[in-house]
């Protein structure tokens, strides 16, 4: 009878490490992401039915498109954990500060539209001429 050598604990522990992020089948299929980290998608209504559906939604739904920023996110975080295209974090809006966003030359350029707009007089009243039978 064979007799199990006693295992040490905390060395598994140390060797366990967590399972690999794998990408989504389904996403795969669906889904390709540009080198710039945009992801790609096939358009809908091409497939089936096409006699009831007017030349231009057919026309409209050749090809691929791109996905909106924050869609694409949600994509590349949930369904492509190992797409290797860079992940891209949606920034947290902020209320206060419209500008926050804009790169520092559009921000200097809007803060100086918006004082020259704000800063101009209404135009003086222009005062009547007298009429020279009066």
């Known amino acids: 009878?064979?007799?199990r050598q006693p295992c040490d604990t905390?060395?598994?522990l140390l060797e366990h490490?967590?399972?690999k992020m794998k990408t989504k089948s389904?996403?795969?299929k669906r889904f390709k992401v540009t080198a710039s980290g945009k992801?790609?998608?096939k358009q809908a209504h091409s497939r089936h039915r096409l006699i009831s559906k007017p030349q231009k939604m057919k026309r409209?739904?050749?090809g691929t498109a791109v996905m909106f920023h924050s869609d694409g996110v949600k994509v590349l975080d949930y369904f492509m954990a190992n797409s290797g295209a860079k992940r891209r974090r949606s920034k947290p809006y902020n209320p206060t500060n419209d500008n926050a966003s804009a790169t520092p030359a559009k921000a200097a350029k809007k803060a100086t539209t918006t004082k020259s707009?704000?800063?101009k007089k209404p135009a003086a009243a222009k005062k009547a001429a007298p009429k020279?039978?009066?």
Do not use: I, L
């Open 1 to 3: 009878m064979a007799y």
């Open 10 to 12: 905390n060395s598994q």
């Open 17 to 19: 490490e967590m399972p």
């Open 26 to 28: 389904g996403a795969k």
């Open 39 to 41: 992801v790609k998608f």
């Open 60 to 62: 409209k739904a050749r």
């Open 117 to 119: 707009t704000a800063t």
């Open 132 to 134: 020279a039978g009066e």
